[in-house]
């Protein structure tokens, strides 16, 4: 039985340690560990004081030995390295009158390869006294802790990826969203998206329902967190606001099925700034019956929302004024003409005396008497109202359900502004605004243009009789 056994069996004498612990027992050594420790010759010589009386056949295969008197004499590659440390925890085992020891270590084959070994000794019945009979086997447990390495380096690996990945990453149970939405489902609401409308707080008990398992150190940095229990108190002023109704669209497609989404969402840093987020939702492999594991990845896409907003802006506006551009001016005159509301009114107004500032004082004086006008027109133009810089300078105000009266009025509230700005820029080079203003109204689109003609020429009526006034000369004319 004991030459088959299919572990590693040694049969050992241990009365020689025996004789090396009861002397420093003797010696008044209480704590052997540290004896041990403050001498690492104290420890060898307790290994060297074994002896190997025999060996079975799974342990001349397990080291690689093709004999017991090889074995022997090379017990040295065997028993070396990591084993000493664990040699320690063994021998305070039996310093403490335990009749044999348990424990895991190293041992190394006589081709120099690494074991993991599960040691487990008994001293004999009968052989108490002198401990010169011991039974000790070994267990291969290499493969076992291989894979245990294996896992744990895959565990560090993707706990790496996570904690350090460039983008903000939550995640979440939404187990108990699933259990409120199956009861919905269950009570028979076929229609989601008008019971979430009708019952909104369905949608807040959800939100309040996911639970945060971990996030990483983007999520902290993207949100203004010192630490995640920092972060998770902080929770409710993160999501709030618009992001109620994101979560509605959210919820809509988890009860169509779709476990996997994405979507623009608006946050909140715990500072209270305004966070743009592209969020990417994907309930993971093998949890779709339970959803108790969520992926939530969310990327900072605010400097991209300013970027197309400024460039929006560009779009429809003009830099040096601020006001509306005659892009914007086109497409709004094109939509007047297709929805109204009717009358329409307009103002076409050009600036007097441009050219000559600009060749008296340069063009620095021109474009600041343009920004001027933009200046008063902002003031004077409420919405729905606009007001479009629609050519060097040349301006207009569309007033859409508006009458020519009420453009009347607009026109002297422009001039009343004009004489205001005057004063307040009468250190400026003695420079002063003037406009020439036309205004026309129509009753419906196939009108437009004919009122657009009409404010041309009352704007070109009052320009000539300005330069006829001032005996400047009319550029246009000229």
Not at 163 to 175: A, C, G, K
Not at 277 to 288: K, L, N, R, S
Request: hydrophobic residues 40%.
């Amino acid at each position: 039985m004991f030459d088959l056994a299919p572990v590693s069996l040694w049969l050992e004498d241990f009365s020689g340690l025996k004789r090396i612990l009861d002397g420093w027992r003797a010696d008044g050594v209480t704590d052997l560990r540290s004896w041990l420790e403050a001498d690492p010759s104290r420890r060898h010589a307790c290994m060297a004081s074994l002896q190997v009386l025999r060996v079975n056949q799974r342990t001349l295969q397990l080291f690689g030995a093709s004999t017991q008197e090889m074995l022997v004499a090379r017990l040295s590659e065997v028993f070396r390295g990591d084993m000493a440390d664990s040699v320690i925890d063994e021998l305070c085992q039996l310093w403490r009158g335990a009749m044999g020891f348990e424990n895991q270590t190293v041992n190394y084959t006589l081709d120099g390869r690494r074991l993991d070994v599960q040691v487990r000794a008994r001293i004999l019945p009968g052989h108490e006294a002198e401990w010169d009979r011991v039974l000790v086997s070994l267990e291969d447990t290499t493969a076992r802790f291989e894979a245990q390495r294996v896992i744990a380096d895959r565990e560090q690996y993707a706990r790496s990826l996570f904690e350090h990945s460039p983008v903000s990453l939550w995640v979440e149970d939404f187990s108990s969203v699933k259990r409120l939405i199956d009861e919905a489902r269950m009570q028979g609401i076929s229609d989601f998206a008008t019971f979430i409308k009708v019952h909104p707080e369905f949608v807040t008990r959800c939100m309040q329902e996911i639970r945060v398992v971990d996030v990483n150190h983007e999520t902290l940095r993207m949100f203004g967190a010192r630490s995640k229990d920092e972060l998770l108190r902080g929770t409710g002023r993160i999501f709030r606001d618009e992001m109620h109704e994101s979560f509605s669209e959210q919820l809509r497609e988890l009860w169509d099925g779709k476990t996997l989404q994405q979507r623009e969402v608006v946050n909140y840093a715990l500072t209270g700034e305004l966070v743009n987020i592209h969020m990417q939702f994907a309930v993971m492999e093998g949890h779709h019956d339970r959803w108790d594991l969520v992926l939530v990845s969310l990327v900072d896409i605010t400097a991209r929302k300013k970027a197309e907003a400024y460039l929006e802006y560009l779009g429809k506006h003009d830099v040096l004024t601020q006001l509306r551009n005659r892009t914007f001016y086109t497409e709004e005159l094109a939509r007047l003409a297709r929805k109204g509301p009717w009358p329409l009114s307009v103002l076409v107004i050009d600036m007097n005396g441009l050219k000559q500032a600009n060749d008296e004082f340069g063009h620095a004086a021109g474009d600041s008497l343009l920004r001027r006008i933009g200046e008063v027109l902002t003031k004077a133009v409420d919405a729905p109202a606009v007001s479009a810089r629609i050519g060097g300078d040349e301006f207009a105000v569309l007033m859409p359900g508006v009458e020519e009266r009420g453009a009347e009025q607009m026109k002297d509230r422009i001039n009343t502004l004009l004489e205001m700005n005057n004063q307040f820029y009468a250190g400026d080079r003695g420079l002063q605004l003037s406009l020439s203003i036309g205004i026309a109204s129509c009753q419906s689109g196939s009108q437009i243009d004919s009122m657009l003609l009409r404010a041309d020429q009352a704007m070109y009526d009052e320009k000539a009789r300005f330069y006829g006034k001032s005996g400047a000369p009319d550029r246009r004319r000229s």
